[in-house]
């Protein structure tokens, strides 16, 4: 069984650029949620995708957007990247009905903005 | 609205002493609860998690944690300690119905002095 897994490790980009994370599910799971974690905080709910519809979002501004694909991958967009987003972005997927909301974590993407 | 505080960002205790980690809930409805663990430069890795079935759940690494709901109180323990528990500790709730979102506590880091 494959668990979650992140692209890339680590990303820097300058302010006002755009990026794009990538996530691939733990194998028969179709739903993708992603976190962002700031240092030393914990992490906060950015959106859930289920089934390739957004499936509930956090209180975050509309330039984080999100994507889930056929194969239930999914991909999170920051446009007009603030020195703010600086954090580490976590995927977990899970699947729904299992009776207990469980999501399994990937190694998440450290990004830093200059 | 859910919310998780964990009492105290920094714990340290000594090797094979008794680990205690408090987390207290909010949540108008009896939640999901979960204790993950966080190594450096990881993601998120499941200790244990509250279902509603018993109030006192086992996890890995010799971890439990005891769902007190007139206290909403899910506090981490272990009789021992090991250098190896070092890491950072987040509590976290979800709703058991509606969007599977993770709502996490600010996170307790555990020290283990030899």
């Known amino acids: 069984e494959t668990g979650v897994t992140q692209s890339p490790t680590h990303l820097i980009k300058t302010r006002g650029q755009q990026v794009t994370l990538r996530c691939s599910s733990q194998?028969?799971?179709?739903?993708v949620s992603w976190y962002q974690q700031a240092l030393g905080q914990g992490p906060q709910f950015i959106f859930q995708?289920?089934?390739?519809?957004?499936?509930g979002r956090g209180n975050f501004p509309p330039r984080f957007s999100g994507l889930q694909f056929p194969n239930y991958s999914s991909e999170l967009n920051v446009n007009a990247l603030e020195l703010d987003d600086s954090a580490l972005y976590l995927c977990?997927?899970?699947?729904?009905?299992?009776?207990?909301?469980?999501?399994?974590f990937g190694p998440g993407t450290r990004l830093t903005v200059l | 609205a859910q919310s998780v505080t964990q009492l105290g960002s920094h714990v340290s205790v000594s090797e094979g002493a008794l680990v205690l980690l408090r987390c207290n809930y909010s949540?108008?409805?009896?939640?999901?609860l979960f204790w993950y663990v966080q190594y450096p430069n990881q993601g998120l890795q499941l200790l244990l998690k509250?279902?509603?079935?018993?109030?006192l759940v086992k996890g890995i690494n010799g971890f439990e944690a005891e769902f007190k709901k007139s206290e909403t109180s899910f506090h981490l323990t272990k009789p021992s300690a090991h250098m190896s528990d070092a890491a950072e500790y987040f509590c976290?709730?979800?709703?058991?119905?509606?969007?599977?979102?993770?709502?996490f506590g600010q996170g307790t880091r555990l020290t283990i002095n030899p």
């Open positions: 977990a997927s899970s699947q729904p009905g299992q009776g207990s909301n469980e999501q399994f």
């Open positions: 194998s028969g799971h179709n739903t």
């Open positions: 995708y289920y089934r390739e519809e957004e499936n």
């Open positions: 949540s108008s409805v009896p939640p999901y």
């Open positions: 509250y279902t509603s079935a018993a109030t």
């Open positions: 976290a709730v979800s709703a058991l119905l509606g969007a599977q979102k993770l709502v």
